[in-house]
Structure formats: structure tokens, C-alpha cells
């Protein structure tokens, strides 16, 4: 795990990045679902009881790529939002050592309606900024909650792979380990982005 | 950063800001100008982002910041027009004048509220209050897309990177020594003007000009015989050289 930037903008973006991976680690979950499929089709009987395991696998896939697409947009979104103020904040910044520098000029007050346009450019950002970091803040924690199901579903897929016989076991125990595998991946990352995003809360 | 008058007549006043002594030392020292008539004010080459505080600051001490109604960015470059973004805020009513092939491109400097005006190749003019500045084609000198300034009436060419040198923040502003001032603009000029056909061609264009005084970007500015004594210079110095200009530095 990197250290959070110090500049709040290039953290938004590496939020971003972070969660496109999850995406693909998702895309790659829902691949293990159709071989999920195909196996316990072949298993036959055996494998009666995982067969429903895998609409749950293939619903908890299609939720973690819509949410994650979504987190990205919002992700996005926010990582412009960010550009937008830092370079509102940068103008504001400039514009108040003009104020100090030139304060005794005759013609220093010609810049006030510029600077309270700025202002108020600053404040809109800062309120965006604020209700994009909620709303991303809130779409991670549903994803999180949602995959707490994994591992329920993980344990379940390996205990109904024990009744499928020795031919299939392997591979539907190995279709378990995947779900597992994948959700604790993306859990970090959603952890990652969590952590990040609180400290953002602070800008 | 330093202001100097440059002209003055009923109709309008030059202004020259430079040397900027609080400038950080890693970036190179250049000229801004400002063409001020009755009503409007044309601000040329305004300078590079973290010039912009200082230069702002020195010009709203000599009028107030709406009367800029126009900008003037000779070429593309950094240290030409990278304050862009800061002077969309600060003018949001202005039109920046620029050659039209960089239009795209500046536009990433950040451009939101300013008009961008694109200079035909052949060069235009604008009229501001009395006063008629031509926009000078001086392409490949050193951007490919590029203009000085000429005002006939106060006799002035801006001639942004051409009679460049590159110089410590405390140079005087004007050329004293010709000849002592070659060493200091020679591998400027072999560098990173590209085309010596390019070259010539304004060199006899700026010879038509009645021109007093020639005011680089970087520098020192040219009066009188330094004028000509530049332009001769320029026309026989070879240009578009990399090791020779270098050897020779």
C-alpha cells in the first residue's frame, strides 16, 4: 500500500486507478462463475447443491463490476473536481499576493470583483468536492457490505464441493478459493480507497 | 519586478516590466510589455506562471486590471504564456491575440472565459483606442507560428525571442556595446532559430520598418544604430546549429 499523495488531486486519481483494478479483478470473478457452471453441469447430480452457488457467485461478479464502474465514475468525477480546485485554490493563492504586494495602488480594488468571482468559484468546488468524497464515501461502503457475502458464499461452495466427488471436488473447491480470493482482493482495495478517501474528507 | 516607460504620447504609453529579483533563480528572466491607450491596454507576452503574482502586482500599480482588455502571446512557450490559466480569472472579458496554429495548444494553458484571436499567418493588425498595433509574422523565429509587435508611431518592434540574450536579472536594459553584447546572444540565436531563409526574410521585412527601438522578450532592448547594427548582425549569422553554436558558447 503507497503512501497517501500529498497532493489531495493526485490522490483522487489514485483512488481511481485503485478501483479500476478492482473492476478486473470482478470481470475476472464473473469468468470464474461460468466455469463454476460448466463444472458442476458436468459433475451432474453430485453437484446439485453448487449449482444454485453459482447464480449467487455470477450476481455478487455483476454487483461488484456495476458498483465498481460506478465508484470509478464518481472517482472520476471527483478527480476533476479536484484539478478544478486546485487550480481555484492556485488562482486565489496567486491573487492574494498580488493583494499584499500591491495593496498601496490606486488601482488594487479593480481586482476585487475578479477575486469574489473566485471566490465563489472556490466555494462551489468546495461543496462539490465535499458531496463527490460523500457519495463515494457511501458507494464503498455498500460494495464492502456486499462482499461480506463472499465469504459466506466461499464456505458454502467448498462444503457443498466435498458432496461432489472426487472427479469435481478439486475444481469446485478451486472455484471457492477463487471467489475468496478475488473478493479479499478487491476488499483491500475498497479498503485502500476507504482509507484514502477519509483522509480527503479533511480538504 | 522593475517597470520602465518606454514611449509616451497623447495616445498611449509603452511600458516595459522585467528583472524580476524575486524570481526563482531556476527559471530565465524575462521582458513583459504593455501597450496603455485612453481607454484599453494590450499586454504582451505576459509571462510564465510563476511570474504571474509579480507581474500582476506590477501592473495594477500602474492601471486598473479591466483596462487589459487584450493579450498579445507571440508563440507557445512557457515562458511566454503559461500564466494563461491565472489571467482567464483575473481578464475574463479580454481577447488574447495568437498565431492560429498554437490555438489548440494554448488552450491547454487553461482558457475559459478570454476570446483567443487567431493571427493569420500573413500577420493583421489591431486597433486599440487611436492607437494601430501590427501583428509581424516572424515565423520559425523561433516557434513556428510566431509575430512581433510594431507600433509606427512610437517606433517600437517587439520582437519577442529575436535580439534575445540570456542575461542576469541585474543587466541594464539597454544594449550599450553592440559588439560586447554579440557574446551574449550568439548561441541564442544559432540555436534556436531554425532557418537561416526564415531569418532573411523578416530581416528585410523589419528593414522596411522605421524602428527605434527593438524589444526582446529576454534581455536587453536595441535603440537607434543598435537597431540596424542588429540587423546586419542577424542577416549574416548563420542559424539552425547545435554543436557549432555550442563549441562557440
Same mark, same amino acid.
Not at chain 1, 452457488?53 to 464518481?74: G, Y
Not at chain 2, 519586478?1 to 524570481?23: P, V, Y
Not at chain 2, 496603455?36 to 510563476?50: F, Q, R, T, Y
Given at each position: ?16 486507478? &485503485? ?49 465498481? !464502474? ?14 478544478? !480546485? ?16 500591491? &495593496? ?25 468536492? !465535499? ?53 479479499? !482482493?478487491? &476488499? ?16 | ?139 520559425? $523565429? ?14 517600437? $518592434? ?7 540574450? $540570456? ?83
Amino acid at each position: 500500500m503507497s503512501e497517501l499523495s500529498n497532493n489531495y488531486f493526485v490522490s483522487v486519481a489514485e483512488i481511481a486507478a &485503485k478501483l479500476d483494478q478492482a473492476t478486473h479483478i470482478a470481470q475476472q470473478l464473473s469468468l470464474t462463475a461460468s466455469n463454476a457452471r460448466a463444472v458442476a453441469l458436468r459433475a451432474g447430480e453430485r453437484a446439485a447443491g453448487f449449482r444454485p452457488l453459482t447464480d449467487f457467485i455470477d450476481r455478487l461478479a455483476e454487483i461488484t463490476i456495476k458498483s465498481s !464502474k460506478n465508484i470509478n465514475k464518481l472517482a472520476a468525477a471527483l478527480s476533476q473536481t479536484s484539478a478544478d !480546485k486546485e487550480r481555484a485554490d492556485s488562482a486565489i493563492t496567486h491573487f492574494n499576493i498580488v493583494f499584499t504586494k500591491a &495593496k498601496d495602488s490606486e488601482f488594487i480594488h479593480s481586482l476585487d470583483e475578479v477575486f469574489e468571482r473566485c471566490q465563489k468559484k472556490q466555494q462551489q468546488l468546495n461543496q462539490s468536492y !465535499k458531496r463527490q468524497i460523500f457519495r463515494l464515501s457511501d458507494e464503498l461502503a455498500m460494495l464492502s457490505s456486499e462482499l461480506r457475502n463472499a465469504v459466506i458464499l466461499a464456505t458454502l461452495s467448498r462444503v457443498e464441493a466435498s458432496q461432489a466427488g472426487i472427479q469435481y471436488q478439486d475444481a469446485l473447491i478451486n472455484v471457492a478459493d477463487n471467489v475468496e480470493g478475488a473478493a479479499s !482482493k478487491i &476488499k483491500d482495495h475498497i479498503h485502500y480507497s476507504q482509507q484514502m478517501v477519509s483522509i480527503l474528507e479533511e480538504y | 519586478m522593475k517597470t520602465q516607460k518606454l514611449f509616451e504620447s497623447n495616445s498611449h504609453t509603452w511600458l516595459m516590466f522585467g528583472r524580476d529579483d524575486e524570481k526563482p533563480n531556476e527559471i530565465i528572466d524575462t521582458n513583459q510589455y504593455i501597450v496603455i491607450s485612453n481607454k484599453n491596454a494590450l499586454l504582451m507576452d505576459p509571462g510564465g506562471i510563476e511570474l504571474f503574482s509579480a507581474m500582476l502586482s506590477a501592473v495594477i500599480k500602474q492601471l486598473p486590471a479591466d483596462k487589459i482588455t487584450h493579450l498579445f502571446a507571440s508563440h507557445q512557450d512557457p515562458d511566454i504564456i503559461s500564466s494563461l490559466g491565472l489571467w482567464d480569472q483575473a481578464l475574463p472579458s479580454a481577447t488574447l491575440h495568437s498565431p492560429w496554429i498554437w490555438e489548440s495548444f494554448i488552450k491547454h494553458f487553461g482558457m475559459n472565459n478570454i476570446t483567443y484571436s487567431a493571427i493569420p499567418d500573413e500577420g493583421s493588425s489591431l486597433k486599440i483606442d487611436q492607437v494601430t498595433l501590427e501583428f509581424i509574422p516572424a515565423h520559425y $523565429l523561433h516557434s513556428s507560428g510566431n509575430f512581433n509587435v510594431y507600433d509606427a508611431e512610437a517606433k517600437i $518592434l517587439m520582437s519577442g525571442d529575436i535580439g534575445a540574450a $540570456l542575461e542576469s536579472v541585474d543587466a541594464p536594459l539597454y544594449v550599450e556595446d553592440f559588439d560586447e553584447h554579440i557574446d551574449k546572444m550568439k548561441m541564442f540565436h544559432q540555436r534556436w532559430m531554425p532557418s537561416n531563409e526564415a531569418k532573411n526574410d523578416w530581416v528585410r521585412r523589419v528593414r522596411k520598418l522605421d524602428v527605434e527601438m527593438m524589444c526582446p522578450q529576454h534581455g536587453r532592448i536595441f535603440k537607434g544604430d543598435n537597431v540596424k547594427r542588429f540587423l546586419d548582425w542577424f542577416e549574416a549569422l548563420e542559424v539552425g546549429l547545435v554543436s557549432k553554436a555550442k563549441a562557440e558558447a
